[in-house]
T-cell receptor
Framework: ETGVTQSPTHLIKTRGQQVTLRCSSQ?????VSWYQQALGQGPQFIFQ???????GRGNFPPRFSGLQFPNYSSELNVNALELDDSALYLC???????????FGEGSRLTVL | DAKTTQPNSMESNEEEPVHLPCNHS???????IHWYRQLPSQGPEYVIH???SNVNNRMASLAIAEDRKSSTLILHRATLRDAAVYYC??????????????FGSGTQLTVLP
């Protein structure tokens, strides 16, 4: 148990739809990162939020966006879903940028 | 390329030490080396990290080469619960407080009873 919870655990969408994934970070953690993990591959960095602002982004298009709230929980939004967006989406929280990351168990998204 | 290079798979016998190698020849001077592991249907779990010198914690040891182009994760006595995919990762500073972990494909460790 890492104290990081994600919802929903599984969901199915169709191409072109929009999805919102949610993450509740571990108590006291002010930094949240999101990762995408395709089947059989390592996680890929999407972006990081620190004190409600995006302060780092990987190689993902603008249709991937996020929010961090005052309680440090976070959302990942993906618009105009594509088949290749099917993956496990992982949220990780930490205190500051140098500490270890605590990952949730992920949200499995399937796009049909 | 910020990714690391690891063997796809390794096997170990239970209660024996395991040495998991990693190459990161393009690492910069400020990038930390992190190791995480992932069991099926779970998120990655932190194992250890370091910058220049060798590091030890309750889970493992991390030996970093003097030129920092390679490192080795050492599990002192493998157990069946250590069977997982082990990721060697560069922690890239993006500026300010932002940090990106660049995962590779990892090493699937099988522990034999």
């Amino acid at each position: 148990e890492t104290g990081v919870t994600q919802s929903p655990t599984h969901l199915i969408k169709t191409r072109g739809q929009q999805v919102t994934l949610r993450c509740s970070s571990q108590s006291g953690h002010n930094t949240v990162s999101w990762y995408q993990q395709a089947l059989g591959q390592g996680p890929q960095f999407i972006f990081q939020y620190y004190r409600e602002e995006e302060n780092g982004r990987g190689n993902f298009p603008p249709r991937f966006s996020g929010l961090q709230f005052p309680n440090y929980s976070s959302e990942l939004n993906v618009n105009a879903l594509e088949l290749d967006d099917s993956a496990l989406y992982l949220c990780a929280s930490s205190f500051g940028h140098a500490g270890e990351l605590f990952f949730g168990e992920g949200s499995r998204l399937t796009v049909l | 390329d910020a990714k690391t290079t690891q063997p796809n798979s390794m096997e170990s016998n239970e209660e024996e030490p395991v040495h998991l190698p990693c190459n990161h020849s393009t690492i910069s001077g400020t990038d930390y080396i992190h190791w995480y592991r992932q069991l099926p249907s779970q998120g990655p779990e932190y194992v250890i990290h370091g910058l220049t010198s060798n590091v030890n914690n309750r889970m493992a040891s991390l030996a970093i080469a003097e030129d920092r182009k390679s490192s080795t994760l050492i599990l002192h006595r493998a157990t069946l619960r250590d069977a997982a995919v082990y990721y060697c990762i560069r922690g890239v500073n993006l500026g300010g407080s932002a940090r990106q972990l660049t995962f590779g494909s990892g090493t699937q460790l099988t522990v034999l009873p």
